[in-house]
């Protein structure tokens, strides 16, 4: 038996038509989300690796927090 690695890595998206600003995302993946002055999320581009356990629970965590569901996971597969 093998062990199976993670690979690849993830993004979060944001829908801007269902999103209120209301900042829940922030608050729960402030790694991975950070706001502008209306509330309003920026989401940083560059891929997390899905190894990075924290960060994808945090991911989840503001996915399900979202009031609007305005927010989804996006996996990105590597690059060969």
Not at 11 to 18: D, E, F, G, R, Y
Not at 51 to 57: H, I, R, S, V
């Amino acid at each position: 038996m093998g062990v199976r690695r993670k690979v690849g890595g993830f993004v979060l998206k944001v829908n801007p038509i269902l999103c209120d600003g209301f900042g829940h995302c922030h608050e729960l993946a402030p790694e991975l989300v950070k706001i502008d002055e209306w509330g309003y999320p920026i989401i940083l581009g560059t891929p997390t690796p899905l190894a990075d356990g924290a960060a994808l629970e945090s991911a989840r965590y503001a996915v399900r927090g979202c009031p609007r569901q305005a927010l989804t996971i996006a996996r990105v597969d590597e690059q060969s």
